[in-house]
């Protein structure tokens, strides 16, 4: 049985990870710029202190990334050798609306999207585009707060109707937003909050997620109005969360877990708040403020598919637990998984049981949209790489996406691994922890020539669009 024939393969990345030329093209500044690598990352994603300039003796990894705004005609060239046959890419929104609440777009940065969807149809490439990736106009954050305001809704809304419109021969996937249960870990990243003194954190985090959500309701909807043809997803950072033990106190404790991720996915896929949500997020004092006619926004305009990253299961117990990391979420450490060099678990069978519990829930088609290892790749004296883990990452978790496929009847369209060329670390901003099948000669230092060379990974994965997921 295998794959479906028209299955979708292919690779993601996102515009602050890859693109870099910030100040090229007309483009504004956006959160995504002002995250340095070092120690004060993780508190600025988090929204712990506030910086929206550009500060002295800060490395901004975002400013250059591994300048695909220069080399993307190469780099897609490369992933159709691959023969990808989908392309997962972000906009970065302050290409075209350079401060977030304009009239009129930056026809440069509309051009430069255009050309990358003409560079994939040369080799039958589609691309499956997320509005925001962890984007937002500093502009908006100065003005409005970022997503706090609810006037963001109409912003994110102007820049939805030039995408739809202006793309609407090229593109006909869409993601609303990137992990979107992202803004509870880091709300600086998700959602471009600054935390002000004294506020309830939790409040304001919900109340932006509030309207994100209605942004993505009325995102689908005018997706739909503009081109019938427009499939639009939600997307969420996935990853089923273990009991520690078979205690109930620690089976209760991972439910509580999966309540606070698929809640963003409960609202977007089922078109309602949750009793538990809405119960305990009143008990909390937490609860957002909504509009009359919300509820029929979210309940009238729900998404066509879910698409989810996937890099780990987690882990959770009532009492205290050695911790382990993953993906900005924390967890108990697993002693029946191995870890990666970043210490995130690596639990391929936690894959198919992702996939099935999300089939189970929403009983919608699904999109694996990110999945893959991020490991330091030392090239040898001639240059090449050979980076077997890598593979043998990607097999066993390929493997299993399979039998999810073929034993349990999970509707997949598709499968991107994040990410196909080496990028910039959206956690720790780090140029050498790599996940790419294509190699960048850029080091941690930022010496290197930026030359591109294909991994062995690149010739496995070729392999594998190649035969449908038959050969792994
Ligand atoms: C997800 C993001 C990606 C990507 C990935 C890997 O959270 O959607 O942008 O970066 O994780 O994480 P990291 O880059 O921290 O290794």
């Not at 509309?110 to 039958?124: H, M, N, P, Q, S």
């Not at 409005?144 to 419109?165: A, E, K, S």
């Not at 870990?185 to 998700?190: D, L």
Request: aromatic share 14%; glycine share 8%; with cysteine.
């Amino acid at each position: 049985m295998g794959f479906p024939e028209n299955f979708l393969w292919g690779g993601a990345m996102a515009a602050n990870q890859c693109e870099g030329g910030i100040f090229e093209g007309g483009r504004g500044l956006a959160n995504v710029d002002l995250c340095p690598s070092g120690s004060r990352r993780q508190e600025i994603l988090r929204g712990h202190g506030k910086i929206l300039q550009m500060e002295p003796g800060c490395h901004y990894p975002s400013a250059e990334a591994i300048d695909f705004y220069h080399h993307f005609r190469e780099d897609i060239r490369l992933l159709g050798e691959m023969g990808f046959r989908v392309f997962r890419l972000s906009i970065a929104w302050t290409r075209i609306f350079p401060k977030g609440d304009e009239e009129k777009p930056n026809e440069e940065g509309l051009r430069f999207y255009d050309e990358i969807f003409e560079e994939c149809k040369k080799y039958g490439i589609q691309p499956l585009v997320t509005i925001s990736h962890f984007d937002c106009p500093v502009y908006l954050i100065e003005k409005y707060g970022g997503w706090r305001d609810r006037r963001m809704i109409d912003f994110y809304l102007r820049l939805c109707r030039v995408l739809f419109t202006r793309y609407q021969d090229k593109v006909t996937l869409w993601l609303t937003f990137n992990e979107i249960n992202m803004i509870l870990h880091a709300p600086f990243m998700g959602a471009g909050l600054c935390f002000r003194e004294g506020e309830n954190e939790e409040l304001v985090k919900y109340q932006a997620a509030h309207h994100e959500l209605v942004a993505s309701a009325l995102a689908t909807k005018l997706a739909h109005e503009i081109n019938p043809k427009n499939q639009v997803g939600c997307m969420f950072a996935a990853g089923s969360v273990y009991p520690f033990s078979c205690r109930p106190e620690d089976v209760w404790e991972a439910l509580l877990k999966e309540q606070e991720n698929y809640f963003f996915v409960d609202v977007q896929s089922r078109g309602y708040y949750p009793a538990y949500a809405k119960i305990r997020l009143q008990k909390r004092g937490i609860f957002p403020q909504m509009q009359t006619g919300d509820e029929e926004i979210l309940k009238k305009y729900p998404v066509d598919f879910i698409s989810f990253s996937y890099y780990n299961s987690r882990c959770v117990s009532a009492g205290t637990q050695e911790m382990a990391e993953g993906n900005l979420f924390q967890s108990a450490k697993n002693p029946f998984v191995n870890y990666s060099d970043w210490g995130w678990p690596i639990d391929p069978l936690g894959l198919r049981i992702t996939l099935n519990q999300v089939y189970d829930r929403y009983q919608k088609p699904m999109f694996i949209v990110e999945n893959g290892l991020g490991a330091e790749d030392i090239p040898e004296a001639d240059g090449k790489i050979f980076d077997d883990y890598r593979i043998e990452y990607l097999r066993e978790h390929i493997q299993e996406m399979k039998k999810a496929v073929e034993e349990d009847g999970v509707e997949l369209m598709g499968y991107t691994s994040w990410a196909p060329i080496d990028l910039i670390s959206a956690g720790t901003g780090e140029m050498k922890k790599r996940y790419g099948f294509i190699y960048v000669d850029k080091q941690e230092d930022g010496s290197g020539t930026r030359k591109r060379t294909r991994k062995k990974s690149f010739y496995w994965y070729q392999k594998v669009i190649e035969t449908n997921g038959e050969e792994l």
